[in-house]
């Protein structure tokens, strides 16, 4: 009786270890001595205790970060680079079966596409174009793992380090380029200014009554600290006109009172 309880308990024990629960996100590949048989869905799963053996695969978006490469760019600038690339588990029976460790593997895999495409560019074109390159780096790394059944999502360029001089020498091209940017916008400015200036011109020069206008709007300017004194020499409506000089009307009896006046004056 006692050895049919002890052997009772080492069948439930045996039994109760072939548990397998398969969460969501995974899945898992059933060997059977060693040799492959099925995918195991999510849910409560049982296999065979010491005939089946189950690994499990993560099937969500997997990140992994690419370590910072030494480059020389194709215009002989060394800088490093580093970055971040994003996968996922197609097919977990090849990613298991067709690699040994695909997460070393996409590792290696990227690096050497990091490196190889920025070497081909310009530093230029990697400091402007980051996207454009993170795309080139996906694309190659794609084709070694389509047959491993995983998917590479994207690849992103996360910084780029450049040596000190260079760095002091991008500065100041920077702040030449701003500041030509700024005598540009300076100059634009001060044509604009004389084009409202010279049609300002020609419609006082029109009108008489707008130089008069003027006139008194600049003396109201000059007394407005209220401590000024004003003195006209001559009347100002013996001034001659801009109009009168443009069209030869300035006569000489007009220019003969504002002499006198000036030397009464003095």
């Known amino acids: ?28 590949i059933k060997f059977r001595f060693g040799k492959y048989i099925s995918i195991l869905n999510p849910g409560f799963r049982w296999i065979i205790p010491l005939v089946e053996s189950v690994q499990f695969v993560d099937v969500r978006v997997i990140t992994i970060n690419i370590l910072s490469q030494e480059v020389m760019t194709e215009d002989n600038v060394p800088c490093s680079i580093d970055g971040v690339l994003f996968f996922r588990i197609d097919d977990p029976e090849r990613a298991i ?11 290696q895999l990227a690096q ?17 174009k980051r996207e454009e390159i993170g795309k080139n780096i996906r694309n190659i790394v794609e084709l070694e793992t389509e047959e491993w059944g995983i ?13 000190e001089n ?14 030509r940017r700024a005598r540009i916008i300076l100059a634009d400015a001060e044509q604009q200014a004389a ?7 020609k419609l006082i020069d029109q009108s008489p009554s707008a130089i008069k206008l003027r006139l008194y709007q600049t003396l109201a300017n000059i007394a407005a600290e209220k401590n000024s004194t ?9 001034l001659p006109r801009p109009l009168d000089r443009m069209n030869g009307e300035l006569t000489e009896e007009k220019l ?3 002499s006198d006046l000036l030397s009464s004056v003095k």
Request: hydrophobic share 50%.
């Open 151 to 163: 998917v590479i999502i994207d690849v992103k360029i996360k910084d780029i380090q450049l040596p």
């Open 1 to 28: 009786m006692e050895y049919s309880l002890l052997l009772g308990i080492l069948i439930a024990l045996l039994m109760l270890s072939g548990i397998r629960v398969v969460f969501e996100y995974k899945r898992g």
């Open 256 to 258: 003969k009172k504002m």
């Open 230 to 238: 004003i003195v006209f020499p001559f009347p100002e409506e013996v």
């Open 112 to 128: 050497a596409a990091l490196r190889d495409v920025c070497g081909k560019v310009e530093l230029d074109t990697i400091l402007s």
């Open 195 to 201: 084009s409202q200036l010279l049609e300002a011109g």
């Open 97 to 107: 079966l067709e690699v040994e460790d695909y997460t070393f593997a996409i590792t």
């Open 166 to 179: 260079m760095r002091r020498m991008m500065a100041n091209q920077a702040e030449a380029e701003r500041s």
